[in-house]
Nanobody, 121 residues
Framework: QVQVVESGGGLVQPGGSLRLSCAPS????????FAWYRQAPGKQRELVAV???????NYADSVKGRFTISRDNAGNTVYLQMDSLKPEDTAVYYC???????????????WGQGTQVTVSS
C-alpha cells in the first residue's frame, strides 16, 4: 500500500518563501506525473502546478514566475518552491502523484494529506 506524506507548510509573511515536500512510501515502481493542488476556505480545489518525467512543467497563471515544481532525481520526492508569497496563496496544499507500484505499474492517483500554508503579516 502506498501512502503520500507532505511536509513544509506553515505561517509566512507576505513576500516570504516556503518549500513543500511530498514523498510516497511503499512499493513504488515509478512516479509518472506529479502535481500540487490547493484549496482555500470556501473555494474549490485548484491545480497549482503539474509536471512529469519528460515534459515541461505547467503552472496556474496566478503562481507563474513565483512557484517552481520539481522532483528529486535520486528518488520520488516532489517539491513545490513558493517565493514572493501573497496572502491570496493561503490554502491547504495537496500533493498528487500518478504512480505505478511494483505490483501494478498502471498509473493511479494518490493524494497527500494536505499541508496548511498561511501567508499573513
Amino acid at each position: 500500500q502506498v501512502q503520500v506524506v507532505e511536509s513544509g507548510g506553515g505561517l509566512v509573511q507576505p513576500g516570504g518563501s516556503l518549500r513543500l515536500s511530498c514523498a510516497p512510501s511503499g512499493s513504488v515502481f515509478e512516479v509518472y506525473t506529479f502535481a500540487w493542488y490547493r484549496q482555500a476556505p470556501g473555494k474549490q480545489r485548484e491545480l497549482v502546478a503539474v509536471s512529469d518525467s519528460g515534459g515541461w512543467p505547467n503552472y496556474a497563471d496566478s503562481v507563474k514566475g513565483r512557484f517552481t515544481i520539481s522532483r528529486d532525481n535520486a528518488g520520488n520526492t516532489v517539491y513545490l518552491q513558493m517565493d514572493s508569497l501573497k496572502p491570496e496563496d493561503t490554502a491547504v496544499y495537496y500533493c498528487n502523484l500518478i504512480l505505478g507500484t511494483t505490483f501494478d505499474r498502471s498509473p493511479r492517483p494518490y493524494w497527500g494529506q494536505g499541508t496548511q500554508v498561511t501567508v499573513s503579516s
